[in-house]
């Protein structure tokens, strides 16, 4: 059993941890993404579908969903999903939150260990996933190590800029949003003529966050005929 500080036997106990209550954009960004695109895609594939027992074939397809959808039945007996209100608003609530326990570590030294291990995630899931950590397809041994460089120097780079991200006051920017939002802008060189593409706001803010240099004196691509 735990007692608070509140509680007339703190003093008593003979274990005493800290807890800090935490709030994260990104996770909860992420949270909520995740969570959204569960639920459409279940959403897409009952909807409409028609059941001999659809409240059994609800729990059953929808499983742990069933707490944030809830179904009705037309004249055909055909299915219609909708959510339930309150769980997607308590669900919004506390997207993003966690608390952190440590015995009798300082706010400042626990959310410096929390953003060492939050970086090395990253770095683990980029090199698990984007960057694939497949085998390198080669038997040459200084091509495979060549191929080892690149992928770490990318890996370093993307980092940095998870950094700079994480810091910046744009608001929901992330290095994926960010590299295809940056992706649109383009200067095309065809045939001796210059011209870029439309610099939205979106990459002026990117340009600007990452201290790039815009080229000038260039025509641009919607003003050509």
């Known amino acids: 059993m735990s007692v608070t500080d509140d509680d007339p036997g703190f003093d008593d106990s003979v274990f005493k941890v800290r807890a800090y209550v935490c709030f994260d954009s ?14 459409m895609a279940k959403i897409d594939d009952l909807e409409g579908k028609i059941f ?3 409240a059994k074939s609800f729990n059953k397809k929808a499983g742990w969903m069933t707490k944030y959808l809830e179904y009705t039945l037309d004249e055909k007996g055909a299915m219609h999903i909708s ?16 608390v952190m326990l440590t015995p009798r570590m300082e706010w400042e030294i626990v959310m410096t260990s929390y953003d060492a291990r939050d970086n090395v995630e990253v770095a683990f899931d ?6 694939d950590g497949r085998r390198g397809r080669t038997g040459d041994p200084v091509r495979a190590r060549g191929r080892l460089l690149i ?6 780079i993307r980092v940095r800029m998870q950094s700079i991200v994480s810091k910046s006051k744009i608001k929901g920017l992330t290095v994926d949003n960010m590299l295809m939002s940056a ?16 610099k939205t706001k979106r990459v002026r803010e990117i340009l600007e966050l990452f201290g790039v240099k815009d080229p000038e004196q260039l025509n641009t691509a919607d003003t050509l005929e």
């Open 52 to 54: 001999q027992d659809p």
């Open 26 to 39: 990104k996770k909860r960004s992420d949270d909520e993404q995740e969570l959204k695109k569960a639920l």
């Open 83 to 98: 959510y339930r209100n309150n769980a997607m608003t308590f669900f919004r609530n506390r997207a993003g939150m966690f």
């Open 151 to 156: 992928k770490f120097l990318a890996l370093m």
């Open 126 to 131: 980029i090199f698990k996933s984007e960057l």
């Open 183 to 198: 992706a649109t802008y383009k200067i095309i060189d065809d045939r001796g003529i210059r011209v870029r593409t439309e």
